[in-house]
């Protein structure tokens, strides 16, 4: 299974830009799909998860201005990122928790991140 992201670059603040992040390979089901990021010189963070069937949880630093939605059809998550502020710069990883048959327990892969920078 790979997970595939994109979508960053350079914004603004006050800005909007928009990840993508599809799964390909032996998927079966995705149960979570979400995204984390890393800041320099700091600890990985979750930003938002979605749990299929479930509304989507968000780390308190982006609610309101953040939404996560996913296709289970395309096996893809996304994270619409408005009102952006320099301390939203990080690299951004995708997550996803993938069964790859019904009886096999879910596996956490993540993607190979995407830098989001904003100026200020």
Not at 65 to 70: A, E, I, P
Not at 99 to 107: D, E, L, Q
């Amino acid at each position: 299974v790979q997970l595939q992201a994109s979508g960053g670059g350079l914004v603004q603040a006050g800005g909007s830009l928009r990840l993508s992040c599809a799964a390909s390979g032996s998927v079966f089901s995705i149960t979570v799909m979400g995204w984390y990021r890393q800041a320099p010189g700091k600890q990985r963070e979750l930003v938002s998860s979605i749990t299929d069937g479930r509304a989507p949880n968000y780390a308190d630093s982006v609610k309101g201005r953040f939404t996560t939605s996913r296709d289970n059809a395309k096996n893809a998550v996304y994270l619409q990122m408005s009102s952006l502020k320099p301390e939203d710069t990080a690299v951004y990883y995708c997550y996803a928790e993938v069964k790859s048959g019904w009886m096999r327990p879910p596996i956490a892969y993540w993607g190979q991140g995407t830098l989001v920078t904003v100026s200020s």
